[in-house]
């Protein structure tokens, strides 16, 4: 039976004489006592979703991908709202805060739970976890920065450089929450998306897996960059 605790990522905190760190893979949010619609609109909402990412060590939005669970306690002895009622407005809030993620597309898998409980008075609770997808890079190598700094300089060097150095290294970029074996099977992956010979399925795999990678990847020079792995590809590097 699935339990609906879920850890409060402010226990990760962890501090002392020379080191303040917070995992900001994960975060939570709380809302009390919404009673009025109007409570649920993103611009209310926004300043309090700042100030509690803020707490929580986040600074800016990111390319990863999340997982995200909102858990409603509704008092009001009325009709049931929408649950998108609750859902929308405070994940269009998370995005207008700018410290999470850069559009809500990033959000993999949305759970939503409500518990009606009209004896404890009117309005609402609401709890929102979220957590990163595992299996993301969580940075970018220093040669990967200037090969495609280089390429929107109009250097020597194109995206489609970028891409074929890159996923002829590919077996090293090894994400920290998962094994080598695992490792493989995405690569697996990767090679099965190649071999299809569609564009989006290649971006998408480096969307889901090297996020902050592709991000320095212009939209308009992604066939570049998919045309230096499949150059890899082909030469076996992969």
């Given amino acids: 039976m699935e339990s609906d605790r879920v ?25 009390e006592n919404l009673v009025r619609a109007s409570e649920l609109e993103p611009a209310l909402l926004s300043p309090d979703v700042r100030r ?13 991908r999340y997982r995200v669970r909102i858990r409603i306690i509704e008092r009001d002895p009325g009709p049931a709202k929408d649950l998108d009622n609750y859902a929308k407005p405070i994940i269009d809030a998370i995005t207008q805060s700018g410290l999470m993620w850069r559009d809500d597309a990033q959000i993999d898998e949305l759970v939503i739970k409500r518990r009606r409980s009209p004896a404890e ?31 929107s300089q109009g250097g020597n060097h194109t995206y489609e450089h970028a891409g074929f150095c890159l996923a002829c290294s590919l077996d090293a970029e090894v994400p920290f929450d998962v094994d080598d074996a695992t490792w493989s099977q995405h690569l697996e992956g990767l090679r099965e998306s190649i071999h299809a010979g569609t564009k989006r ?15 320095l990847v212009p939209s308009a020079r992604r066939s570049q960059f998919v045309a230096g792995v499949r150059r890899a590809f082909d030469a076996g590097e992969i």
């Fill in 7 to 31: 850890d409060d990522p402010r226990s990760a905190t962890r501090t002392s004489t020379s080191l303040f760190w917070l995992d900001t893979s994960r975060a939570r949010l709380d809302f």
């Fill in 52 to 64: 509690q990412l803020a707490v929580q060590g986040r600074r800016d939005a990111d390319a990863y």
């Fill in 121 to 151: 008075g009117a309005g609402a609770t609401v709890q929102v976890w979220i957590h990163r997808v595992v299996g993301q890079h969580g940075g970018v190598p220093t040669y990967f920065r200037a090969q495609c700094f280089e390429a």
């Fill in 201 to 215: 399925s290649v971006v998408t795999w480096f969307q889901q897996h090297l996020p902050r990678f592709i991000s």
